[in-house]
């Protein structure tokens, strides 16, 4: 039996719940246990498993700060949705390798996310609008 909407919504909502609190056995827990994780052009490439994603958002949590995600529109399909969201927040750390120096920071993401038959989620493929963050994140030369 195909997930409602509203299961999908609840279950993506949960998974930016745990990220906008730094919480990353949280985050995991939405995860299956053989989740792929893919977050475009991150250097360790696709990971599979929670515990291979966990360096990816230890990283993340100590890069930014004060991070909340809005999405503007999403899409679905019978096991899988796409999210366009937008994240706000500040950049303390070495988000994706530039100087945050504790800016504020906004940019898009895209979301395609994949569940299984109990809402969790199997597959996790994310794009992030680094254009826009090495606009706000100018390096010294």
């Known amino acids: 039996m195909a997930l409602t909407r509203r299961q999908m919504d609840q279950k993506l909502d ?3 719940g745990y990220e906008a609190a730094d919480n990353v056995e949280g985050v995991l827990a939405t995860l299956t246990h053989d989740a792929d994780h893919d977050i475009v052009g991150y250097p360790t490439g696709p990971t599979k ?15 930014l700060s004060d991070g909340s995600v809005k999405s503007q529109r999403r899409y679905y399909g019978e096991d899988f949705m796409v999210d366009d969201s937008l994240w706000t927040g500040k950049a303390p750390g070495r988000p994706f390798g530039l100087e ?3 800016r504020p920071l906004a940019f898009r993401l895209l979301h395609i996310i994949e569940f299984t038959e109990v809402g969790d989620i199997k597959r996790e493929n994310v794009w992030i ?3 826009s963050i090495l606009q ?5 030369k």
């Open 100 to 102: 945050g120096k504790g």
């Open 136 to 140: 706000q994140l100018p390096q010294d």
């Open 14 to 16: 949960e998974h930016f």
């Open 129 to 131: 609008d680094l254009a």
């Open 49 to 63: 498993g929670r515990e291979a994603a966990r360096g990816f958002y230890e990283s993340l949590f100590s890069d």
